[in-house]
């Protein structure tokens, strides 16, 4: 009988033991692969104002100046950028004048004189009323008859640097002109040209520049 006990103690005790063995130990998880980075978003591309639209707005652009008619000429300006006034090819945007749309319909009324830039050959400043500037930079020759229109490809070549596609590398120029006068001895140093520039809004053409050019020392 006591050795039957024995057995039966023996027995639980062995059944115990295995009950308190560790259990088997489990890998850790494989760390989770990172996140791909997402894709940098690209900018939209500036919208070019279509060539041939710019070109119909310059022509009447043109004969509202020639009837010195700047309420049309304002409808055409850009209303933040407003216009820049050049009076030679280079553009500079520290010196240059620049009318916004609702100003640009008093432009005859106004008295006040202002400098436009240096004069070429000379740098005194040019000190002009608006009237006094027009004629001399910005209509001094009929840009309506006998002009050469161009498209992005300014004919006119002075000794002034032309920069307007760097100011304006989205705008399209439209250029008007006037060769020189034809003498036996060669031509004279009296060409123009007038550029406008035209920018894209909501898919039309806005005026942001008027470029007087000529023969500069």
Not at 28 to 41: E, I, L, M
Not at 53 to 73: N, P
Not at 151 to 174: L, T
């Amino acid at each position: 009988m006591k050795h039957s006990l024995l057995l039966a103690a023996v027995a639980a005790l062995t059944l115990v033991a295995c009950s308190r063995s560790p259990a088997t130990a489990t890998a850790p998880a494989a760390p989770a692969a990172p996140a791909a980075a997402a894709a940098p978003a690209v900018a939209a591309a500036p919208a070019v104002v279509d060539a041939e639209a710019a070109r119909k707005a310059a022509i009447e652009v043109v004969a509202a100046l020639k009837a010195r008619d700047m309420a049309t000429v304002a409808r055409y300006a850009h209303p933040a950028q407003g216009v820049r006034f050049s009076p030679y090819a280079f553009v500079d945007p520290k010196t240059d004048q620049v009318w916004k749309a609702e100003e640009l319909a008093g432009w005859f009324a106004d008295t006040q004189p202002r400098i436009w830039g240096t004069e070429d050959g000379t740098g005194f400043d040019i000190e002009r009323t608006p009237t006094a500037y027009y004629e001399r930079f910005v209509f001094p020759k009929d840009f309506t008859t006998g002009a050469t229109i161009n498209v992005n490809a300014d004919q006119a070549r002075g000794n002034a640097i032309n920069n307007a596609d760097k100011v304006y590398p989205d705008g399209v120029r439209v250029e008007f002109y006037l060769p020189p006068t034809q003498t036996p001895e060669g031509p004279m140093p009296d060409w123009r040209a007038l550029r406008l520039v035209f920018v894209d809004l909501a898919g039309e053409p806005k005026l942001v520049a008027v470029i007087h050019d000529q023969w500069t020392i």
